[in-house]
């Protein structure tokens, strides 16, 4: 990249809450070593029981900041693409935008664009990278910055730091440590592109491995798997969308798994052993899975010490659809 010292003219590219903490330390930076000079976002979508338009969370924060905000429905727009070369941006900052930038984008500004991604590249490209590092059992992950390029998420790689992923971990505390981990790093890096001191990597394409948007048929516990397997998928899907299963038919996701090493000798796996206020225990092909939540479908989330009360004599029932 072409080195500079002179501030850049910056427009964001961010959509949900993990981009927040990258917008809020560009235009909060003590430093204030450059300059936002628009935030582009999704468009309101439909949201909740009265599915009215909301804002994506990017959008929200940019209007207290005063900045101007762009919602173009794709990238490829055309009007859209003369707004940006209008805007004469230095470089383009995309945070878990929601769109892959095409060429053409990407060659408006001098410095082209760059990237904020919760893995460590080229291991989990894709939609979905924090949610399946937890469910695949990883106790390392990272943040990436990486150079934009048309294909998804395999530019070269200009910074990249690991974190450990903590035994407690969930999505939800993961996504927000990565997403402070990653801001703190998008400065790090902009203060090193100024003054020359990236050395860009290729990424190994040997070595790449996918994260594809998490489905329904993905969040449905299989008993057949060890308690372990899925206790990291009940972790990688706290709180949303949930690892889920079925109690007498009826819907139910479980969260504040615990893998308890002894097998249950003659229990089918599903079956719940034990159901007391320290949790629920279920028989799984290996291990014993201790669950310390639940939530049952149109209920709220609930300890386990709260839903045995209105639902007694669990125990010896068989979690799973034929249940």
């Keep these: 990249m072409v080195s500079q010292v002179k501030p850049y003219r910056i427009l964001f590219f961010g959509s949900p809450e ?27 979508r439909p949201k909740g029981r009265g599915r009215q338009p909301a804002p994506p969370p990017v959008k929200e924060l940019a209007l207290k900041y ?78 990436t910055i990486m150079r934009l390029s048309p294909r998804m998420d395999s530019g070269e790689i200009l910074f990249q730091r690991a974190i450990s992923i903590e035994p407690e971990d969930t999505f939800g505390s993961l996504h927000d440590k990565l997403a402070i981990f990653g801001a703190e790093m998008l400065l790090e890096t902009l203060h090193r592109m100024k003054r020359g001191m990236l050395n860009p990597v290729s990424q190994d394409e040997s070595l790449a491995t996918y994260a594809p948007k998490i489905k329904k048929e993905d969040c449905l516990i299989d008993w057949q798997k060890s308690a372990q397997e899925i ?16 109690l007498e038919g009826r819907l139910l ?13 003659n229990s089918q796996p599903g079956t719940i052993l034990d159901a007391k206020k320290e949790g629920l225990q279920v028989a799984t092909s290996s291990g014993i899975l201790l669950v310390k939540e639940l939530q049952l479908e149109g209920k709220k989330r609930l300890p386990v010490a709260e839903f045995i009360k209105g639902h007694p004599n669990l125990i010896g029932k068989r979690l799973g659809k034929e249940g």
């Excluded at 990291?232 to 299963?245: H, V, W």
């Excluded at 996701?253 to 000798?265: C, D, H, N, Q, Y």
């Design 18 to 44: 993990f981009a927040i903490p990258s917008l809020r330390a560009l235009v909060e930076s003590p430093d204030k070593e450059d300059e936002v000079i628009g935030v582009v976002t999704q468009p309101d």
């Design 253 to 265: 996701k479980l969260f504040r798994p615990k893998v308890i090493p002894f097998t249950a000798k």
């Design 66 to 143: 005063g900045l101007p905000v762009y919602q173009p429905e794709t990238v490829k727009d055309e009007e859209f693409l003369e707004q940006v070369e209008r805007l004469a941006p230095d470089l383009l900052v995309v945070v878990a935008f929601g769109q892959i930038l095409p060429k053409y984008l990407l060659e408006i500004p001098p410095f082209g664009g760059i990237n904020v991604h919760p893995s460590l590249l080229p291991k989990y490209r894709g939609a979905a990278p924090i949610h399946w590092t937890l469910i695949r059992g990883e106790t390392v992950t990272g943040v």
């Design 231 to 246: 206790a990291n998928l009940i972790r990688g899907l706290d709180p949303k969308p949930g690892a889920y299963t079925y």
